[in-house]
């Protein structure tokens, strides 16, 4: 009976930490319920039956959005923006949880997330799933921008062309 009892103890204090770092938990930081909140509407205004739903409206909802950043992220989505057209032509331009994508039968293939969106030190420029992309085992799928160069231009535009193959 004696070597029952500090198994239990064990386990009540396990159980009482668990319950603590439970607690500890806070849930979606604001920047998140904000992407979630700009899915929701996507997802709503997407179901409503509109006369003229086209690549056109996704466009110009992708290039306000574009235009509401601060300089720096501002100019990298311009620039990507502009790459993604001339190199995949049949992607249609879309929201995605408030970030400009990029879509091929309505599957996002790649997006551009600005370092304001979840206050981070750098943007990213990534791809879903249904990019084709892989490469063996292993391959990348976003890519993090301080500043776009020749270089980083070219290899997205390689990449871009890659994943809508």
């Not at 979630?36 to 409206?57: F, H, I, N, T």
């Not at 306000?64 to 057209?85: C, F, G, S, T």
């Not at 049949?90 to 400009?100: D, N, R, T």
Request: aromatic content about 8%; hydrophobic content about 40%; charged content about 25%.
């Amino acid at each position: 009976m004696a070597g029952t009892k500090p198994a239990m103890k064990g386990t009540q204090k396990s159980a009482k930490s668990t319950i603590a770092s439970r607690r500890a938990v806070t849930g979606f930081t604001d920047e998140e319920k904000a992407a979630m909140r700009e899915r929701v509407q996507e997802l709503q205004s997407g179901a409503r039956p509109r006369p003229r739903a086209d690549k056109a409206d996704g466009e110009s909802a992708v290039l306000e959005k574009i235009a509401a950043m601060k300089a720096p992220d501002r100019a990298m989505a311009e620039r990507l923006h502009a790459i993604v057209k001339a190199s995949a032509p049949a992607l249609s331009p879309k929201l995605w949880y408030g970030m400009p994508a990029y879509a091929k039968d309505g599957k996002v293939v790649c997006f551009f997330q600005s370092a304001q969106k979840f206050s981070t030190r750098y943007a990213t420029f990534g791809f879903n799933d249904s990019a084709n992309l892989d490469d063996g085992g292993l391959w990348p799928v976003a890519f993090a921008l301080k500043k776009l160069t020749a270089a980083e231009e070219a290899t997205i535009g390689a990449l871009v062309k890659k994943a809508v193959s």
